[in-house]
């Protein structure tokens, strides 16, 4: 018995080692995206229909599912998020669904390291469980994926799919208080030129404080020794978000003057396109 023991782990042992490489039929697949300040990371693999009836067959409806093959999905933040009501920290986690026919429930898992489903299920590891509705795709996806889409400063949505079944999860990101905090900081030392600048822009873009963005955009002005085209382009912008109208015509004419030196074409563009739409 001993013998035929020691035969078998050398076969498999051998066998575990082939040299002959084959595709595998659920590729292991990752994404990087920043959103915002944070950067987010999927890690999954990717299974085929290949002809099969998958959710309430192949996947059974109401039962907790690995959202991928082989290795449970697995996500990470660099920052805080929240999910829902929830404040998910910087970390790495298991992504673990449960899929229904009309919506599916999203679990975050702390134990990040598993190979399909934990062992034991500990209801402690939890750390989100929401339920997200379920939508049907035109046109089906053959293989599983993930995918992150509807990308703002503050939040992205994380979709599900496969076949037919689309599961859209809103992911928000603290993106605002973070910039906030770097300003105050960086103000409240010696800000250069350009963090003025970049506070300015950013001020315009979230519709903060258009009266504060138009004071910083005018000392980035004021402080740069050669005032470039695209400088000139976001000084008219924040004044015209303050109602100064004429006043980001005449800022304007400057920005499509040096755009023209520049010869950058989309700039004279957009430089012309604003001081028609302001002018009306």
Same mark, same amino acid.
């Given at each position: 018995?001993?013998?035929?023991?020691?035969?078998?782990?050398?076969?498999?042992?051998?066998? =575990?080692? /082939?040299?002959?490489?084959?595709?595998?039929? /659920?590729?292991? &697949? /990752?994404?990087?995206?920043? %959103?915002?300040?944070?950067?987010?990371?999927?890690?999954? =693999?990717?299974?085929?229909?290949?002809?099969?009836?998958?959710?309430?067959?192949?996947?059974?409806?109401? !039962?907790?599912?690995?959202?991928?093959?082989?290795?449970?999905?697995?996500?990470?933040?660099?920052?805080?998020?929240?999910?829902?009501?929830?404040? *998910?920290? &910087?970390?790495?986690?298991?992504?673990?669904?449960?899929?229904?026919?009309?919506?599916?429930?999203?679990?975050?898992?702390?134990?990040?390291?598993?190979?399909?489903?934990? =062992?034991?299920?500990? !209801?402690? !590891? %939890?750390? %989100?469980?929401?339920?997200?509705?379920?939508?049907?795709?035109?046109?089906?996806?053959?293989?599983?994926?993930?995918?992150? *889409? @509807?990308?703002?400063?503050?939040?992205?949505?994380?979709?599900?799919?496969?076949? @037919? *079944?689309?599961?859209?999860?809103?992911?928000?990101?603290?993106?605002?208080?973070? %910039?906030?905090?770097?300003?105050?900081?960086?103000?409240?030392?010696?800000?250069?030129? /350009?963090?003025?600048?970049?506070?300015?822009?950013?001020?315009?873009?979230?519709?903060?404080?258009?009266?504060?963005? *138009?004071?910083?955009?005018?000392?980035?002005?004021?402080?740069?020794?050669?005032?470039?085209?695209?400088?000139?382009?976001?000084?008219?912008?924040?004044?015209?978000?303050?109602?100064?109208?004429?006043?980001?015509?005449?800022?304007?004419?400057?920005?499509?003057? &040096?755009?023209?030196?520049?010869?950058?074409?989309?700039?004279?563009?957009?430089?012309?396109? =604003?001081?028609?739409?302001?002018?009306?």
């Amino acid at each position: 018995m001993k013998k035929y023991l020691i035969i078998f782990t050398l076969l498999a042992f051998s066998y =575990s080692f /082939s040299q002959i490489k084959t595709p595998q039929p /659920s590729p292991a &697949a /990752s994404m990087n995206q920043m %959103v915002g300040l944070t950067e987010i990371e999927v890690e999954y =693999s990717r299974p085929s229909m290949r002809g099969r009836e998958i959710f309430g067959n192949l996947v059974p409806y109401d !039962k907790i599912w690995r959202t991928g093959a082989n290795e449970n999905s697995v996500i990470s933040f660099s920052t805080s998020v929240k999910i829902g009501d929830r404040t *998910v920290p &910087a970390g790495k986690y298991s992504i673990y669904t449960i899929p229904g026919v009309d919506s599916w429930d999203f679990i975050l898992y702390s134990d990040a390291n598993n190979w399909g489903l934990p =062992s034991e299920w500990d !209801k402690n !590891k %939890v750390i %989100v469980k929401i339920n997200a509705p379920s939508f049907k795709q035109v046109f089906p996806i053959e293989s599983f994926q993930f995918s992150m *889409v @509807d990308l703002s400063n503050n939040s992205f949505t994380l979709g599900i799919a496969w076949g @037919d *079944v689309y599961i859209p999860i809103t992911i928000d990101i603290p993106t605002r208080e973070m %910039v906030e905090k770097n300003i105050q900081d960086v103000m409240g030392k010696q800000p250069k030129a /350009s963090d003025y600048y970049a506070a300015a822009v950013y001020y315009r873009q979230e519709n903060i404080n258009i009266e504060k963005a *138009v004071e910083w955009i005018d000392k980035a002005i004021e402080m740069s020794e050669e005032v470039q085209y695209w400088q000139l382009r976001q000084q008219s912008l924040i004044y015209a978000a303050n109602g100064n109208i004429k006043g980001a015509i005449k800022v304007a004419k400057k920005a499509l003057e &040096a755009a023209k030196i520049a010869n950058n074409k989309d700039y004279v563009k957009m430089n012309k396109d =604003s001081i028609e739409e302001w002018s009306n």
